[in-house]
């Protein structure tokens, strides 16, 4: 497919700009590291309630992906982008605010309200998590479609970058963190930044990006896709024709309507096949909500969600805890520019087969050293020396090892595996399993680590990484360089 000089230049600036979506959904997920001690202290929340806070918005997240396939389909994925970027800036301004009940004279029910706000907004980021890749694999150039689709993942790790950078100013601004801490680890207050509390302004950064997602968005064009499913191809021949070399525009929409082989919306029982008198769901949709699973069932987002408070449960101050999760972000976003430069060479399947034994051999390390670890004199445990090295070098390598395969390849496959028929209620299906495994691993990761440890915990993630390793090997199939149309 032969390309004009400017197309490469406008296919990236559509793909940057859809992908700031998924900015605001690595930004919304993580932002909650650094405010957890404070929610403790200001809400009144128990360890469950804590929990269940932090990894509540994945549920939001659930509905939205489940839905977001299906209303993009209905009316177009640039207003259900637009629609994420207002759910983003409202839930952060609740999240921020959780008292409007408390005003209203209905006192005791601020971490309610707070986990209404978190659900609220994961409703949008499961809604960006889905249309975003699904939007760029449909508008970009089969030879780049790789690279391209990569920015969703690549800014996902600037957004978790943006917000652990976020809290560690404020907290220094602060004079220490969000919560003020003594030496025995008991919080006994929150700080101030102005006439706000710290953990507030934490949430509330999140409106600038949140109103800069819509605003960009209105100078993005539809989905040439999109368009010729609802039969306007002669807008989708102008979108197309700014992207590929004039010539074969034609060739392209035919290749669509093709492809479209029923002129209804998708529906989920597209994703049902008959064998043996029997309704089943087709084998590559069993593979996306696979390759979904797996990619949470590792334990990524313990590190972006829980970091500070894994650090500091082995004797790491507040601020050295958020300094630590910040090094991890930046290993993160290093990483994935690896992926960004490889995916479109090597391919999909060899990045997520080295990224599973590499993850493999990290998370072990650490479960043997969280495992073995001392305990301090109030009951906590720590460690020094070498193995507090070696921990933090292994959980910087296996965020290396994730970032440059499961991390981007997992959304990049699931925006082109499924043929252009099911893509949809394929997508939604498979955004769902992903935020489901989300809150599972996270929602008990503090049950956890109360029962079992650290080191039972991560014990957990090698194992499902190990298999990892096996399902690369017989279940994923190569999509380097094939047009959405032979998929």
């Known amino acids: ?136 694999a449909e508008i970009a150039p089969a030879p780049l479609r790789g690279r391209l689709a990569a920015m969703q993942q690549f800014a996902i790790v600037l957004g978790i970058f943006a917000a652990l950078l976020s809290n560690y100013v404020l907290g220094n601004i602060a004079g220490g963190g969000a919560a003020i801490i003594d030496e025995a680890r008991v919080i006994t207050g929150v700080t101030t930044i102005g006439r706000f509390e710290t953990w507030q302004w934490m949430f509330w950064i999140e409106c600038v990006p949140a109103a800069a997602y819509g605003l960009f968005v209105v100078f993005i064009p539809e989905s040439p896709r999109y368009l010729v499913a609802r039969r306007q191809t002669e807008k989708a021949g102008v979108i197309l024709g700014r992207i590929l070399t004039p010539g074969v525009v034609a060739q392209k929409i035919a290749d669509i309507k093709k492809s479209l082989t ?53 004797g790491f101050t507040q601020q050295d805890a958020m300094m630590t999760s910040v090094i991890s972000s930046v290993v993160n976003i290093a990483s994935t520019l690896v992926a960004i430069a490889l995916v479109d060479r090597i391919g999909r399947k060899p990045l997520l087969f080295a990224g599973s034994i590499g993850m493999f051999i990290a998370l072990g390390i650490m479960a043997v050293i969280f495992g073995t670890a001392g305990l301090d004199a109030n009951g906590n445990p720590e460690i020094h020396g070498a193995a507090a090295y070696i921990a933090i070098i292994s959980a910087n390598l296996y965020v290396v090892f994730f970032a440059f395969s499961w991390g981007p390849v997992c959304w990049i496959l699931l925006g082109e595996m499924f043929n252009n028929r099911i893509r949809g209620a394929a997508l939604a299906l498979g955004g769902l399993s992903q935020w489901l495994s989300n809150f599972l691993i996270s929602g008990t990761f503090p049950l956890m680590l109360a029962k079992i440890g650290l080191g039972g ?8 990484a190990f298999v990892s390793i096996f399902f690369v090997l017989t279940k994923v199939r190569e999509t380097k360089g094939k047009e959405l149309e032979d998929m």
């Open 1 to 136: 497919m032969k390309q004009k000089e400017y197309s490469v230049g406008y296919a990236l600036f559509i793909a940057c700009t859809a992908a700031l979506g998924g900015f605001l959904f690595g930004f919304d997920t993580s932002v909650i590291n650094g405010t957890l001690d404070a929610l403790r202290f200001k809400l009144g929340a128990n360890d469950a309630q804590l929990g269940f806070a932090a990894a509540v918005a994945v549920l939001g997240a659930a509905t939205g992906a489940f839905f977001a396939g299906t209303l993009a389909d209905k009316f177009g994925r640039r207003k259900v982008m637009m629609a994420a970027s207002v759910i983003f800036f409202v839930s952060s301004v609740g999240a921020g605010w959780p008292y409007f009940l408390t005003l209203a004279g209905v006192s005791g029910h601020m971490i309610e309200e707070f986990i209404f706000w978190r659900v609220f907004g994961g409703v949008g980021i499961g809604a960006a998590s889905i249309i975003v890749p699904a939007y760029i």
């Open 262 to 314: 029923s002129e209804v919306a998708p529906k989920f029982s597209d994703l049902l096949e008959k064998v043996a008198g029997k309704r089943r769901l087709v084998p590559i949709v069993w593979v996306g909500i696979g390759v979904a699973a797996l990619q949470q069932f590792v334990g990524i987002n313990v590190i972006f969600y829980y970091g500070n408070v894994l650090w500091q449960s082995v």
């Open 457 to 464: 915990a991560y014990g957990i993630y090698s194992f499902f």
